[in-house]
């Protein structure tokens, strides 16, 4: 028997013509497999509306989230009316987005009058744009001749408390997966599951952090033994650059795990490493496909690397940082000084993206999102006063308008020569390097340059570096 379990992304139904065209690719793939489970994420943008109706309410603003509930109404709306017929299930669809959406504007209207909004009522809130888009494709899978029912994942996915980064308990998730899932699945019927969310043992509504869709795929794939986890979006694959960037940058057909997490470490628009480790772990193949584009193969991420030695697959940045550096001589052997600049970072909660230190000893060079580097270089002369005072350290600053650029690939690995063509290529760029860092898991390199040489750094890498499978 074969099962295969697809998620289908906030822009892959996004609107009517996207609802239609990831109905054809479940469609379609209902012929092919035995067993097939669909999770879908909200229509793209409704999560963020949800929320920001939320946020406003709490803050005595008791206007916007009214002029949300109207804006959903209307998209949701022009979503039913194009899928379904008035002889069909439309009316019935329409009053139902009108339930969610009533159920929306009472909880804005409680958190305006209680003037905050905690986290488990946020997660009540963001479960809406969900539990309407999963109705919908089910409603339209109906339609169009298939057996298809809408399942709230608060029914299968338990979770611990953690308002908005649940953790999935999966011993009683895959019971609850079997009891519930499995007997549509025997059946022939196709569920339409709600990405995003599950609830607590008790039944409260919590959600899996944002972007939480893929998770709730790879925690269903894994709970129903899915032979392939696909996940749709709206792109070919993973990208072995931004295209904005790079034009000619290419799909990569093949990514390990651990590339696949230095990726979305290194702000990569691709999957959150932690969301899919349940089918990876499993070596379940999970493909990255396009909805728009459904006959392109996509991006297959496996367990264990498959790179020829030397391979760059993919160059990447994150942009609106800073770097913060510590420098003086009396630094030198002086043991804690590591210890106590990132103690201070933080307690700021700044994270830090790259740390660089020379032998030599005589500066620290950290780097941070731009908007934290005021209470961080406040918190660092308070706490190096002393410091400051003798003359051990000289000065605490800080270079804005900078860039991490890191090139990704696990071939990388005990390869000599993958550095100096990665600088080589920079210097042919006339590129300025400020600072360098390797991870020990020799999965990536990175590097800081100015904001304004990040985009040709990226292109001469890509042009020079990176090998094009
Ligand atoms: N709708 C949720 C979000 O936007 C979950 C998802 O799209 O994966 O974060
Ligand atoms: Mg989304």
New binding site residues.
């Given amino acids: 028997m074969t099962t295969l379990t697809m998620k289908f ?2 822009t892959s139904v996004g609107s009517a013509e996207a609802f239609t065209q990831a109905a054809g690719v479940v469609l379609e793939q209902a012929q092919k497999w035995d067993r097939l489970a669909v999770i879908v ?2 229509m793209s943008g409704v ?1 963020d509306a949800l929320i920001q109706g939320a946020r406003t309410a709490a803050s005595s603003d008791g206007r916007t989230y009214r002029a949300i509930v109207a804006d959903l109404r209307v998209r949701h709306y022009r979503a039913v009316d194009a899928l379904l017929t008035p002889d069909g299930e439309r009316a019935q669809l329409l009053a139902t987005v009108d339930d969610y959406l009533d159920e929306f504007a009472a909880f804005c209207r409680s958190v305006h009058i209680l003037g905050e909004v905690t986290p488990r009522a946020m997660d009540a809130i963001t479960s809406l ?2 539990r309407i888009s999963a109705r919908i494709l089910a409603a339209y899978l109906r339609r169009r001749g298939a057996r298809s029912e809408a399942v709230d994942a608060t029914e299968l996915i338990v979770t611990d408390a953690t308002f908005q980064n649940a953790v999935p308990l999966m011993e009683a998730t895959r019971a609850r997966i079997a009891a519930r899932l499995s007997p549509l699945l025997d059946d022939g019927v196709i569920p339409v599951v709600t ?2 969310i599950g609830a607590t043992e008790k039944g409260v509504t919590t959600t899996l952090g ?5 998770y709730s795929a790879a925690i269903l794939g894994d709970c129903l033994d899915a032979d392939e986890v696909w996940t749709w979006t709206d792109v070919d694959g993973v990208m072995a650059a931004d295209p904005r960037i790079v034009p000619d940058a290419r799909v990569i057909p093949v990514l390990s795990y651990g590339e696949v997490s230095e990726l979305a470490y290194f702000g990569a628009k691709v999957l959150h490493p932690r969301t899919i480790r349940p089918v990876v772990e499993r070596s379940i193949p999970l493909w990255v496909k396009n909805t728009f584009n459904p006959t392109c193969p996509g991006t297959r991420i496996v367990r264990e690397p498959e790179s020829a030695p030397g391979t760059v697959k993919a160059v990447t940045a994150i942009e609106g940082l800073s770097m913060v550096t510590v420098e003086g001589r009396g630094m030198m052997g002086v043991p804690g000084i590591a210890a106590r600049t990132f103690a201070a970072v933080a307690s700021q909660d700044a994270s830090v993206l790259m740390i660089s230190q020379a032998s030599s000893e005589q500066s620290i060079c950290f780097i941070i999102p731009t908007p934290t580097v005021p209470p961080v270089i406040h918190a660092l002369e308070e706490e190096m006063a002393l410091e400051l005072a003798r003359r051990d350290i000289d000065q605490i600053r800080s270079l804005d308008d900078v860039v991490i650029v890191t090139a990704v690939g696990a071939g990388m690995r005990g390869t000599p020569g993958v550095a100096s063509r990665i600088f080589g290529a920079l210097g042919r760029g006339n590129i300025n390097i400020i600072a360098i860092a390797q991870g020990s898991s020799e999965c990536s390199v990175s590097l800081v340059v100015a904001a304004d040489a990040a985009a040709d750094a990226i292109q001469q890498i890509h042009s020079e570096v990176i090998i094009n499978g």
């Fill in positions: 992304g906030g994420s909200a999560t744009g969900e990405g995003f944002r972007g939480g869709s893929d």
